[in-house]
């Protein structure tokens, strides 16, 4: 989601509109509203959705994983390269997990 619309989609509600009414100006549906706007929304429904996904079986989680694999990896590449504190974070989590690598293969 465009952070221009993001912000648009606040200023409207700062404003008194409605979830409904916003997603009709913005051209998004309502839900995506609810998302980027309703904080609870937001994690009630990345908690519903990591439910169902505990529900699958492994082959299924696979399947899952492989058809958004390009997805995380685009998103990856892109906030690596565009965000310097997150690529600094990348980096030190691989310099932590190289430590203990070597802790524990001696």
Do not use: C
């Amino acid at each position: 989601m465009d952070k221009k619309i993001i912000e648009e989609m606040r200023r409207l509600r700062v404003r008194g509109e409605t979830f409904e009414e916003i997603a009709q100006k913005v051209g998004v549906s309502k839900p995506t509203v609810f998302y980027h706007l309703d904080k609870s929304y937001r994690k009630k429904m990345i908690n519903k959705s990591l439910e169902t996904f505990k529900k699958k079986t492994l082959k299924e989680r696979k399947e899952i994983y492989k058809k958004r694999l390009p997805y995380i990896k685009a998103y990856f590449k892109k906030r690596y390269w565009g965000d310097e504190k997150f690529r600094e974070r990348v980096k030190k989590r691989a310099r932590e997990y190289q430590r203990k690598k070597r802790k524990n293969d001696k």
